[in-house]
């Protein structure tokens, strides 16, 4: 009896704390794990930069994308942007990622026939924005750039989404981002934080990109910042914001710039959704927001449980998402409206897309940076 008093103590007294306690008091609890794995990933990286073990390099310009947290920092934005600037700049650019969350393993090359089952969500949403690149996927990023120069040989630039730690392959740059709103100088490492390594390999990066910045002028405190990322003196520093764009609807593509009018039903399997449940906030009177896990794979069960809080509002009403949970959606649901199928109307669900806000100045430093670096490696090779 004295031992169920005591843990009927211990869940009351737990209850009784606020979440940020609660959070402290496990991280304190999961230190000797993260103390074992910041040991283990600082031996992998010395390993690398001693040579001991071999990074392999390509006669290709090579731009990696990557954060040292387990995600959220919004890669796939900066890919998108980095791979606009090339096409602008007349590259033939390729995007190579993992795939995370896909049902399929080794490389796969997209086309027309490819869902997001079978790459993943972020390299579909990018293959869908872009159709005239090319978009692959591979967990072993060397094999991966050796296939995509094998079956695509007009390709000269490729562009690395999340590899920072695959140190297998050495990117000729390296822009690594991080969370203004959770900075790798305020993280812990694994399973303690969200870090993947120790803040000192922030120092394999050319550029350090913070991301999510409430806003971009002249009032953000760059320098205080910049003293708190710790950059070397080769290595520059940008800051960029995320920005909103209208919404747009999932059954014929068209925008809808005015979303007041509406009660919204949003949801998402997003890291990091506290900007888009803002959004959503500061944009409709009446809403209701349903998360689930990141790269949340929808189930039948999970659509008929959003059509049934989607009931639940009054008036005139739509469901909003984010562009890379619809990209996941999409493929499930049927083309046209089936009142007999308990499933979602693609006519009442809009999804979002979102891209980065920038400084001017900085964001004219930073395109000349990455098209100078493609320049000289293209040039040298």
Same mark, same amino acid.
């Given at each position: ?92 650019? @390729? ?16 086309? @027309? ?56 392959? +050495? ?55 910049? @003293? ?66 990141? +790269? ?63 400084? @001017? ?21």
């Amino acid at each position: 009896m004295w031992t169920a008093v005591c843990r009927l103590w211990t869940v009351l007294f737990f209850l009784s704390l606020p979440k940020r306690e609660i959070l402290s008091f496990l991280r304190f609890l999961l230190l000797p794990f993260a103390i074992l794995y910041g040991g283990i990933t600082a031996l992998r990286n010395f390993l690398y930069d001693t040579g001991i073990l071999k990074s392999h390099s390509f006669n290709v310009p090579v731009i990696g994308i990557g954060n040292l947290s387990t995600g959220g920092t919004g890669k796939t934005p900066m890919a998108e942007y980095i791979i606009q600037l090339l096409l602008d700049a007349g590259y033939k650019p @390729a995007l190579l990622s993992r795939g995370y969350g896909r049902k399929t393993k080794g490389y796969m090359l997209a086309n @027309a026939a490819t869902n997001a089952e079978q790459i993943g969500d972020e390299p579909y949403q990018i293959f869908r924005k872009f159709s005239n690149i090319t978009v692959a996927v591979c967990e072993d990023r060397v094999e991966g750039i050796k296939s995509i120069q094998r079956d695509r040989n007009n390709v000269n630039v490729i562009v690395l989404d999340d590899c920072f730690q695959h140190r297998r392959l +050495h990117a000729g740059f390296y822009i690594l981002l991080t969370d203004y709103n959770n900075p790798y100088y305020c993280d812990f490492l694994l399973p303690a934080g969200n870090l993947r390594e120790g803040i000192s390999g922030r120092k394999r990066a050319n550029i350090v990109l913070m991301t999510k910045c409430p806003y971009v002028d002249t009032d953000l405190p760059r320098a205080n910042l910049i @003293a708190r990322l710790k950059p070397l003196h080769q290595q520059q520093v940008f800051f960029t914001g995320m920005k909103y764009f209208h919404a747009i609807s999932a059954s014929n593509n068209e925008n809808l710039s005015e979303l007041r009018a509406y009660s919204i039903l949003g949801f998402s399997g997003i890291a990091h959704p506290e900007s888009f449940i803002s959004f959503i906030k500061n944009n409709s009177f009446t809403y209701k927001h349903l998360s689930f896990g990141d +790269h949340h794979d929808y189930t039948d069960k999970d659509l008929e449980y959003i059509a049934m809080e989607f009931d639940k509002l009054q008036g005139p009403k739509i469901i909003l998402t984010t562009e890379k949970d619809w990209r996941r959606l999409e493929n499930k649901l049927p083309p046209t409206y089936d009142k007999n199928l308990k499933s979602l109307d693609r006519r009442t669900i809009y999804y979002l897309p979102i891209g980065m806000r920038w400084d @001017a100045m900085e964001k004219r430093n930073f395109d000349l940076k990455i098209l100078d670096n493609v320049r000289k490696n293209t040039t040298e090779r």
